[in-house]
């Protein structure tokens, strides 16, 4: 019997486990190994150099640049992302006027759900070939347009977003302007999935807390943000991951990927340079390796910062 | 979690470990020198002759990809019709596609296609492919008999074709495009108006205030791609400083950006920013051109194929001419030299199961036949003499007649095609020029140090042009 079902869940598993195995573990393993190399990624000739690869990473000053860029958006992204998606969150299903048929959300708020949601479901090509429109750069673009015909923008003097390497709060002009479109194309998922927290949480506690006289900020900070602690803190996680790549928006909507000038390089801009352009897949696959190695370990300490004692309600 | 950009890392992993596992699927992660002694492949060679003169075997196939980009994939189809007619029993398969790199790289180690036409934003790196002995020089497809006309295959190709193919004294890549670059005007507008295309930056600068008194801007680039004002601002030095300072550039010799000339002609471009004579904004090639076809500009510089890049769109009455690049005038080195040279480069793979019907398929490639019908689908000069002859376009033509007044030497620029460093810090600095960030003077002394550290660089393959 018992001997049986074993048999069921092996069977059961075997597949996905040996799929997840050969395509995604064998290649990350892979990938550590041409990093020891000296491999050019064209041709068999591939020779054993050791740690030479992660030794020369701490002298490339490309990567020094990629690497605090990275860091920007690994502050930024999730920061700002999980501030407008609980903002939304917070407006679309507790927000709304407190009468007597209870807690709900502000009018129209299944409406705007949808809306928020919407950019979730383009793809991030298509999102970053959306928004190559709204920041052209000269009169056509639909920012540099509208500003423009209002007088806000010289017309001789367009606003040149990811064009733009000159520092704002001290960061390259062109990674805010990165910043905006992803915190736009990540906050609609998370307010989505804030929501379904949100709900989870049980209304005779907003009841009550409203009934001794809590208004909106206290029932948010008191209440909500408290009991969403877990939900938050795996939405950090993963735009964390998140923020460590933004490679398709760099590749796509950055002049040379990456620049003006190296202005956006980051990390995985720099590991395509190497592997593609220079041909270099040794020194690619040790970025690569070290990035995973930083990823694993800023996921680990940020779940071991927030981790807490469950809540049962 | 649908549009989780961690995918695109994950696939970026993902192909380069693939590309390794079908590399060395046996010999083990951290083996040295895996397999570095491929069995040579002396399979389907048939019997040797003049008229099959690399003995391509009846009834093999041979596998054909080609890059549709601008040039689409119509004449390589002639081409196709043209090796059947000889070879009735050698299947072609032909597919085209966007995505060279993407689709080909992978297979370089194992079982690649047999002709890789290496072209587009997504081709492979042609230093690389060479440094790695991925790709077979073709000499002997230089000394093989031309296919429909008396002489050698190398008798029939325009100048600079061997020299644009040619790395490590092997020719290797076969351009089959012929490209002449220079500035673009409207000749009906400057009909209209009375003026005429100014062949120095100093009769440029004179007529720029005119231009702009008609509310167009004198001048419009691409300001997304660096490569396109770097062909612009090399095709300035060379004519300031000489071609031997090109070449001194190109090997990497020492204080080669300081040489006389170099920085004046940097400077041009620098006044040309500073006087505000560009078109406002940063458009891409495809909106500066159109831009220009807007009237909206008065000049672009960009290379032949812009007539077939922008077919769809061009204004009635509009008449494109090129005419050369601008010179500094009485202190020029080279004033008349014509930037062209062959592009769209064709590739074997050293590993190419067919090599012999590769080379064979390349000669029909650059037969007579086979490049009139280029020219005459693409609007552009096949690499091969006599391609344009018979083809009535006015674009073209205005191609044609710089190319006969030019001498024989011609601007060629090779730093870009031999070190990826260069290539990107030289796109990078031009966008700056151009942005009107860096001076001339600062672009000089960055290349200089970019170049030095090249040099210095024992891990990096060097290089050398000698003409």
Redesign the interface.
């Known amino acids: 019997m018992r001997h049986g079902v074993g048999r069921f869940v092996t069977g059961f598993l075997a597949l996905p486990v040996g799929l997840y195995l050969f395509y995604v573990v064998w290649p990350f393993l892979q990938a550590a190994g041409y990093s020891l190399t000296d491999w050019g990624g064209y041709s068999d000739r591939q020779q054993f150099v050791g740690l030479d690869n992660y030794l020369r990473l701490f002298s490339d000053e490309l990567i020094r640049k990629a690497f605090w860029h990275n860091v920007f958006f690994l502050v930024t992204v999730p920061l700002f992302t999980i501030a407008l998606a609980l903002f939304l969150a917070f407006l679309l299903n507790v927000g709304g006027r407190e009468d007597k048929a209870g807690i709900r959300g502000v009018f129209g708020s299944g409406l705007y759900k949808v809306i928020f949601f919407f950019p979730q479901v383009l793809s991030l090509v298509v999102i970053a070939v959306m928004w190559q429109q709204i920041y052209r750069a000269d009169g056509q673009g639909l920012i540099n347009g509208v500003l423009m015909k209002i007088g806000l923008v010289d017309e001789n003097d367009p606003i040149t977003f990811v064009y733009d390497p000159e520092p704002f709060l001290g960061v390259p002009a062109v990674l805010w302007w990165l910043l905006v479109i992803a915190v736009w194309s990540g906050a609609g998922f998370y307010m989505v999935l804030f929501s379904a927290a949100m709900q989870s949480i049980p209304k005779d506690i907003y009841e009550a807390a409203i009934l001794d006289g809590a208004g909106r900020f206290h029932t948010f900070f008191r209440i909500t943000l408290p009991l969403l602690r877990d939900t938050v803190s795996v939405a950090w996680v993963y735009l964390g991951f998140i923020a460590l790549d933004m490679f398709a928006l760099v590749y796509i909507m950055t002049p040379s990927q990456g620049g003006p000038n190296h202005a956006s390089e980051i990390f995985a801009s720099v590991i395509n340079f190497n592997a593609f352009q220079r041909g270099q897949f040794g020194y690619a696959c040790a970025i690569a390796v070290a990035l995973a190695i930083f990823t694993i370990l800023l996921a680990a300490l940020q779940l071991r910062i927030t981790r807490r004692e469950r809540i049962e309600y | 979690?649908?549009?989780?950009?961690?995918l695109?890392?994950?696939t970026?992993?993902?192909r380069?470990?693939?590309?390794?596992?079908l590399?060395?699927p046996a010999a083990g992660?951290?083996?040295?020198?895996?397999?570095?002694t491929?069995s040579p492949s002396n399979d389907n060679a048939g019997e040797k002759s003049d008229d099959n003169p690399f003995g391509v075997q009846e009834n093999s196939a041979v596998k054909v990809v080609i890059f549709n980009g601008g040039l689409g994939d119509q004449w390589a189809k002639e081409d196709q019709a043209i090796f059947s007619a000889k070879h009735p029993d050698v299947t072609v398969n032909m597919s085209s596609t966007q995505k060279i790199?993407t689709e080909e790289?992978p297979k370089?180690?194992t079982t690649p296609s047999d002709v890789v036409m290496n072209s587009g934003a997504d081709m492979?790196?042609v230093?690389?492919?060479v440094?790695?002995?991925?790709i077979e020089p073709l000499d002997d497809l230089l000394a093989a008999p031309a296919w429909d006309s008396p002489g050698t295959v190398a008798d029939t190709l325009l100048p600079g074709t061997v020299a644009d193919g040619t790395f490590q004294g092997k020719f290797y890549v076969v351009n089959i495009a012929y490209t002449v670059w220079g500035n673009w005007y409207n000749d009906a507008l400057f009909s209209k108006e009375g003026w005429a295309p100014p062949k120095t930056f100093d009769e440029f600068f004179a007529l720029a205030p005119k231009i702009k008194a008609k509310g167009i801007a004198p001048y419009v680039y691409d300001?997304?791609?660096?490569y396109y004002p770097r062909w612009a601002l090399m095709a300035t030095i060379w004519k300031s400083a000489g071609k031997q300072a090109v070449i001194d550039i190109d090997n990497l010799k020492e204080n080669a950006w300081r040489a006389e000339g170099v920085l004046p002609a940097l400077e041009q471009w620098e006044k040309l920013v500073k006087d505000?004579l560009l078109?406002?904004?940063?458009?891409d090639h495809t909106?500066s051109q159109q831009?220009w076809l807007d009237g909206k500009a008065a000049f672009i510089q960009v290379g032949t194929w812009l007539k077939n890049e922008m077919a769809a769109t061009i204004p009635p009455g509009f008449e494109m001419k090129i005419s050369d690049y601008w010179g500094l005038g009485a202190t020029d080195k080279a004033p008349n030299d014509v930037y062209a040279g062959a592009g769209e480069g064709i590739v074997v793979p050293s590993k190419a199961p067919n090599k012999a019907a590769a080379k064979e398929f390349l000669r029909a490639v650059l037969s007579k036949a086979g490049s009139a019908k280029f020219a005459e689908l693409t609007k552009s000069l096949a690499s091969t003499v006599g391609s344009g002859d018979k083809v009535q376009d006015s674009a073209l033509a205005s191609a044609n007649e710089l190319m006969k007044n030019a001498p024989k030497d011609l601007v060629s620029v090779k730093f870009w095609n031999f070190y990826?460093?260069l290539?990107?810090e030289s796109?990078?600095?031009s966008?700056?020029l151009m942005?009107g960030?860096v001076t001339a003077a600062q672009f000089v002394d960055k290349m200089q140090a970019a170049a030095d550290k090249v040099a210095k660089d024992s891990?990096i393959t060097k290089q050398t042009r000698d003409a």
């Open positions: 979690m649908s549009v989780n950009p961690e695109d890392r994950r970026l992993l993902r380069a470990a693939a590309a390794g596992l590399v060395t992660l951290l083996s040295a020198c895996a397999g570095s491929p790199k790289q370089m180690a492979m790196d230093s690389t492919l440094n790695e002995g991925a300001a997304v791609h660096g505000r078109l406002p904004g940063r458009l909106q831009a990826a460093d290539d990107k796109q990078n600095l966008q700056e942005a960030r891990s």
